[in-house]
């Protein structure tokens, strides 16, 4: 017998309410203390804090930076730029804070029977200004459109659920003399090739 696939009506919308984000604020905290140290500069810290207040903020439908900064610092454009560079051009060891991660799910979520699930998943988008974006066939959509696609590794016990892991697919299109200009300025990897071999597995995209 097969299992009804989960649909809109059935699948439980998760509320947060403020009540529940002021009960979050010291386990926050101690989570960002666990990785503030990997981040060099006393600025990185304080707006990888603020990005993490953001993604929790039950006041906002959109997830985006302006509307994040905008909540927790007024109308400052200053630090919505700051946050901006932050994430799109903060320099810090990807390497280190990942282990790190890897760590803490030992730690919380670990188990012998545990399961590592790797997927597939693209991301629909609107403009030409994202790293590896091109009219593709979109999972989230069902049919080709303007996205970014991605492979991803999780964990999942019966304590729990997480991301381990994630790969970006480069169509071969950016690796070409036509895109050298923009693969440059939106710090597409370097000293890379393409392979169809990368959109199956993490690879070493």
């Not at 439980?12 to 010291?26: G, N, R, Y």
């Not at 697919?169 to 950016?174: A, G, K, L």
Request: aromatic share 8%.
């Amino acid at each position: 017998m097969q299992s009804k696939e989960p649909t809109i009506e059935t699948v439980e919308k998760l509320e947060i309410t403020l009540q529940d984000i002021s009960e979050l604020m010291t386990p926050m905290k101690e989570y960002h203390a666990i990785f503030a140290p990997l981040f060099t500069r006393r600025e990185q810290r304080e707006w990888a804090k603020d990005y993490i207040l953001g993604l929790l903020s039950p006041e906002m439908d959109r997830k985006s930076i302006e509307p994040m900064v905008l909540n927790a610092r007024g109308a400052n454009e200053n630090a919505v730029r700051a946050m901006q560079q932050f994430i799109g051009e903060g320099s810090w060891c990807d390497d280190a804070i990942r282990k790190r991660h890897w760590q803490e799910v030992e730690i919380t979520l670990g188990e012998e029977d545990g399961v590592i699930p790797l997927d597939g998943s693209d991301f629909p988008k609107q403009g030409k200004e994202s790293v590896g974006v091109k009219r593709q066939y979109c999972g989230e959509l069902g049919k080709r459109a303007n996205c970014q696609a991605g492979v991803f590794a999780g964990y999942v016990s019966t304590k729990g659920y997480t991301l381990l892991d994630a790969r970006l697919y480069m169509p071969e299109e950016w690796f070409s003399e036509e895109y050298a200009i923009r693969h440059k300025k939106m710090s597409g990897p370097e000293g890379e090739s393409f392979s169809n071999e990368k959109r199956a597995g993490l690879g070493d995209a």
